[in-house]
């Protein structure tokens, strides 16, 4: 057809009022297949007449209703040569313009009637974006209101029997003929809509319906189950492993964790030693590796080295959390069961040494939970492992036995996992039932037998309001509630309370009492002076306790105030070694500053100097007024000073000797500069001050410490 011919149809339809009068005209162009329209001038008329509809629902219900009709029947009858999804592209875009009943009806039933044929055309564009993305757009245009069709539930779960069907009457019967067939596209569908969080209503069906009932006697449709969870590697896997049973996995994947290094890298990369699993996943995935000998050799021994390694990091033990440190200690006992198929012998002396340095640094911990749990752990390695002659060679006293933490690792490590793999989780979901907690009853001058709360309104002239009026009242402003807790009278006591991190009250309290115990017990408290500033120097939380970091650093300076060659050592050690935060190391200048500046005694001396030489002359102007003016009266020395214009006289006083004191820090300064300064330009991977981006700020505090120390010898 001709442009100027079609122009002159869309303007004759652009000018109409009524639909009435372009009736014949827009049938014989939607209908006549002799005008040979192209897709384009196809699209121009119909965005035209959907445009227009608006305009021409201005008529009687009736002609309305004709109108309704006549376009279901061009949209749905019409052969066009636009596809489905320029269609449902042209409604949306209308509905995005002016919102109407007629347009959504359109576009549900183009979807519903044409839903096959929209996705034929979409597998042979290979377009997955539009209909993994369909439910967004529809929802951002209909906002709460979205057709039930579209909802995500229903929208996935009927692409998801559409490809049931798709893999049913024709790859499966093309792959028993050995023609070629790709499920490419079906397998892109169900693995972006999974990346959406789509893969409960998409990938659920096709696992539990299809795949797991037919690949057991099916090697075929192994073969597609095996394409669709490993191309690509993602969260389909991950959610078959959760849902599924050891049984399951050694089906679908048998050795080629050992063959492709993709999956090993995501089973025990990704999914052990990155993400936090549930036990019951973590068992699955470790029965799975121990079900076959070359599994248990390549990947299951070595996943159980990584786990003791791990156990035996002082950077772990440092900043990992509680749940972390847990979740190790679980999945290490959870290895421990499988401890007859374990074979250690070839690295057994590397084993022993990390074990061993694994011990050593959850006993150094000033956490009860890390030091409770690698005891524990360290009982069943040796009991579990083989790696010891005597099961029993190693027992600890100092835990409580009958804690649910001690007996849940206990028991991880005891069952036979063989023999208590899940079985396969149902289709639906089980409600969860919620206990519902009693509501207390709380009520004033009556009882109530039912649960509910019942509140009297005061009155503003209550009796006890006139009773309590003729007490005197107090200020309460200031008081203080009594502590319970009992402040510890020895250093060994304070020191204990300091590792119970636990027990705040107690912490607190002896944070409070750590200086004048230390103060008080000076010989004694000389032989636990390292471990106290190592306690204190690693404390990695506040524990809510009110002025927390000053108590700690008071703490820490005193003992090196009583310490200063011992604990200056160690500090300036501390401050190049790894495993120190930067505020670690700020705290161990600041811990040096401040007992510098109290060995010289700075403060002190300026004070008695300044008071020396700066004696108040109102003082002396008193003294000489009363000795050499007695007959004066104070309105004629008052007079005289107003005459003067001036407050107080000059007069020769004979100099005061002015006495200094030794500074006895010059002599032990170089305990604390040259350890600072000896390795300030040395670069290591975990601090860099000269060559280093991050550390500069750490620098100038180095700098300005150093600068400090030699001034205070002074």
């Known amino acids: 057809m001709s442009f100027e011919r079609l122009n002159i149809v869309l303007k004759e339809i652009s000018s109409s009022n009524s639909y009435l009068s372009i009736e014949n005209l827009i049938e014989e162009y939607f209908f006549n297949k002799n005008l040979h329209l192209t897709s384009i001038e196809q699209e121009k008329l119909v965005r035209l007449c959907l445009r227009k509809l608006s305009d021409w629902f201005n008529q009687t219900p009736e002609q309305i209703k004709q109108i309704k009709i006549h376009f279901h029947k061009y949209f749905i009858q019409t052969p066009f040569l636009l596809k489905q999804k320029q269609l449902i592209d042209l409604l949306l875009n209308q509905l995005k313009i002016s919102f109407n009943d007629f347009f959504s009806f359109l576009l549900i039933d183009l979807y519903e009637k044409n839903y096959q044929k929209l996705l034929y055309e979409l597998e042979n564009d290979l377009d997955i974006g539009f209909i993994i993305h369909l439910p967004d757009r529809i929802s951002n245009i209909f906002m709460t209101n979205i057709p039930i069709c579209f909802q995500s539930k229903k929208f996935f779960h009927r692409l998801s029997q559409y490809i049931q069907q798709q893999l049913i009457n024709i790859h499966y019967p093309n792959m028993i003929a050995q023609v070629d067939t790709n499920v490419n596209f079906l397998s892109q569908l169900v693995h972006r809509a999974a990346k959406l969080g789509y893969t409960e209503y998409i990938w659920r069906p096709l696992y539990k319906n299809l795949f797991v009932k037919k690949c057991l006697n099916d090697s075929l449709w192994l073969r597609l189950a ?50 936090q699993l549930s036990i019951d996943t973590l068992r699955t ?6 079900m076959s000998i070359n599994r248990l050799e390549k990947c299951f021994e070595n996943v159980f080295k990584r786990y003791l390694q791990l156990w035996s990091q002082e950077n772990f033990i440092r900043f990992s959390s509680n749940n972390q440190h847990l979740y190790i200690c679980q999945s290490i006992a959870i290895c421990l069961s499988f401890n007859k198929q374990i074979k250690l012998n070839n690295d057994k002396d590397t084993i022993i040494i990390c074990v061993l340095n694994g011990i050593r640094i959850h006993l150094e911990s000033t956490f009860d939970y890390i030091r409770r749990r690698g005891q524990v752990i360290a009982e069943l390695i040796i009991q579990h492992s083989q790696l010891f002659l005597q099961s029993n060679q190693l027992q600890f006293d100092t835990y409580d036995k009958n804690h649910p933490e001690v007996q ?38 009556a009882t109530s037998s039912t649960n509910t709360i019942i509140l009297h ?16 009242s107090y200020d309460y402003s200031h008081d203080r509630v009594k502590s319970d807790v009992e402040k510890p009278a020895y250093i060994r006591t304070c020191l204990a309370n300091l590792i119970a991190t636990d027990k705040i009250p107690q912490l607190e309290s002896a944070l409070n009492m750590l200086p004048s115990l230390i103060e008080m017990y000076k010989i004694e408290c000389e032989e636990v002076a390292l471990e106290l500033v190592r306690i204190l120097l690693n404390y990695n939380s506040t524990f809510d306790i009110e002025n927390f970091q000053e108590l700690q650093l008071n703490g820490l300076i005193t003992l090196c105030q009583n310490y200063p060659l011992l604990i200056s050592d160690y500090l300036c050690k501390q401050f190049y070694e790894k495993n120190y935060t930067l ?27 300044q008071n020396e030489l700066f004696i108040s002359d109102e003082d002396e102007d008193e003294d000489d007024d009363n000795n050499n003016n007695d007959n004066d009266s104070w309105r004629s020395i008052i007079n005289k000073r107003l005459k003067l214009k001036t407050k107080y006289k000059i007069k020769n006083h004979s100099e005061k000797k002015i006495f200094f004191k030794e ?35 750490l620098l100038c505090e180095l700098l300005a410490c150093l600068g400090r120390l030699w001034t205070d010898r002074i």
């Not at 170089?670 to 700020?697: A, V």
Request: no cysteine.
């Open 226 to 275: 095996q394409y669709f969870l490993l191309e690509p590697i993602d969260d389909i896997l991950l959610y078959t492993i959760e849902h599924g049973n050891a049984n399951i996995l050694d089906l679908f994947l048998s050795d080629r964790i050992i063959h492709l290094p993709l999956l090993e890298t995501y089973l025990i990369d990704r999914l052990i030693f990155s993400k």
């Open 285 to 290: 995935i470790l029965i799975y590796l121990t």
């Open 408 to 445: 849940m690792l206990k028991n991880l490590a005891e069952i036979n996992q063989t023999l208590n793999d899940r079985q396969l989780s149902d289709d639906e979901h089980q409600e969860i039932i919620v206990k519902k907690e009693p509501v207390v009853s709380i009520s004033e001058k």
């Open 457 to 472: 309104d005061a009155s503003i002239d209550d009796d006890d309001d006139d009773v309590d009026s003729e007490f005197e």
């Open 583 to 609: 505020n670690q190391r700020s705290l161990i200048l600041k811990i040096i500053q401040e007992t510098a500046k109290k060995l010289s005694q700075i403060d002190h001396i300026q004070t008695k100097i």
């Open 663 to 697: 500074n006895y820090f010059g002599n032990i300064v170089g305990h604390f500069f040259y350890p600072l300064i000896s390795f300030i330009d040395k670069s290591t991977p975990h601090l860099s001050l000269i060559d280093g981006d991050n550390d500069y700020l």
